[in-house]
């Protein structure tokens, strides 16, 4: 049982390059999330999805885009790379029926993402 | 005021120390509370969701104040592998308001 995969585990961007973080999860999690951490700080909320076909901003989500076509899988689009994107970037699945109560989050490895 | 907030300590405790941190959040319309571990350089773990009753897992004992908005964390007879960074979490009731605290560093010594 993977949990959720997210790959890659590092990455190295020139300012103004584009790529895709992967996320994908096993667990038949019905919410997804992506976050970013900044040395010496908390975990900022860039985009969430409650289901397939379904997302929304969270916190910091300018200069990313995601999608959800289906249940396992939840990339992040970096389209114009920028210095101010240097940071961990953390996958996270819940399961929740009624509402995000008190379904825990399921964290990937993390990517670390450098921009020059 | 941060909806949610932490002393960063860092805490430095021998092993077999007891050590205590708390986490105050700002909305009192706050539902569920969770306490994550994250080493270094890793994921967030799961440790504890914290109940209103308070509850206890081993070592670990987590509470819930509502009167004071703060949750805390206790850890008894501290061991090496504890030393982590601990985060409060505060889940106010949809997939967006689920907020992070910067974390509490524990560094247990011998």
């Known amino acids: 049982n993977a949990g959720v995969t997210q790959t890659p585990k590092f990455r190295i961007l020139k300012i103004g390059q584009s790529m895709t973080l992967q996320c994908a999860q096993d667990m038949n999690h019905n919410y997804m999330y992506w976050y970013r951490q900044d040395p010496g700080m908390g975990l900022k909320l860039i985009y969430y999805?409650?289901?397939?076909?379904?997302?929304d901003k969270g916190e910091v989500p300018n200069g990313y885009n995601v999608s959800r076509s289906t249940t396992e899988d939840f990339p992040l689009r970096l389209e114009l790379a920028a210095p101010s994107q240097t940071s961990v970037y953390f996958c996270a699945s819940s399961y929740y029926s009624s509402g995000p109560g008190d379904s825990p989050l399921h964290f990937g490895n993390g990517t670390r993402l450098t921009v020059t | 005021r941060k909806e949610v907030e932490q002393d960063p300590g860092p805490f430095n405790v021998p092993e077999g120390a007891t050590v205590a941190f708390n986490c105050t959040y700002s909305n009192s319309a706050s539902q569920s509370f969770f306490w994550y571990r994250q080493d270094c350089r890793k994921e967030p773990k799961l440790l504890m969701s914290v109940y209103s009753s308070g509850n206890e897992d081993g070592r670990f004992t987590a509470q819930l104040n509502r009167a004071s908005q703060y949750i805390s964390l206790l850890i008894r007879d501290s061991k090496l592998s504890d030393s982590a960074t601990y985060l409060c979490?505060?889940?106010?009731?949809?997939?967006?308001?689920?907020?992070f605290g910067t974390g509490t560093r524990l560094q247990v010594t011998l």
């Open positions: 999805s409650v289901g397939a076909g379904i997302t």
């Open positions: 979490v505060v889940n106010s009731g949809t997939a967006s308001k689920l907020t």
